[in-house]
């Protein structure tokens, strides 16, 4: 597990910071654990947590390297498949890895598990502004 606090990579505030914890960190992505309130939420929300936990690894990643941190958005979301209705409870993780980098573009392949069952799997894009 990471011990820096999320918050240094993750510019969001509770309760819009869906990432808690990253888990593990391998080559080209990373393992995040998600939080949102037991109550029944939107399964777009999984997309989020997909963005976040890219937010994650590419702050880590400049971080370890010492560049600065930059903005970045979410500008596309290509054959992510959600659920119908999102379970409550339970512990959310989300895997993610880097599908091809074209600087300014990032894409990722993203899995979204409750427990250890998938709920949402996909390919998000990202744009990361340059440093000012």
């Not at 820096?4 to 990253?22: G, N």
């Not at 939080?35 to 590419?58: G, M, T």
């Not at 560049?67 to 054959?79: A, C, H, I």
């Not at 573009?105 to 409750?114: E, G, I, P, R, S």
């Amino acid at each position: 597990m990471v011990e820096e606090p999320i918050s240094k990579w993750v510019p969001h505030e509770p309760p819009a910071r869906l990432v808690e914890d990253v888990l593990e960190m391998f080559p080209n992505g990373l393992c995040a654990r998600v939080v949102w309130p037991d109550a029944e939420a939107s399964p777009f929300l999984l997309i989020e947590a997909a963005a976040q936990s890219v937010a994650a690894y590419q702050g880590y990643q400049k971080t370890l390297r010492g560049e600065p941190l930059t903005e970045g958005f979410l500008v596309g979301v290509r054959d992510f498949t959600l659920p119908e209705t999102m379970p409550t409870g339970g512990i959310w993780t989300v895997r993610i890895q880097e599908n091809k980098n074209l600087r300014p573009f990032y894409l990722f392949d993203a899995t979204v598990l409750h427990g250890n069952q998938p709920q949402a799997s996909g390919t998000i894009t990202l744009y990361e502004k340059e440093p000012a």
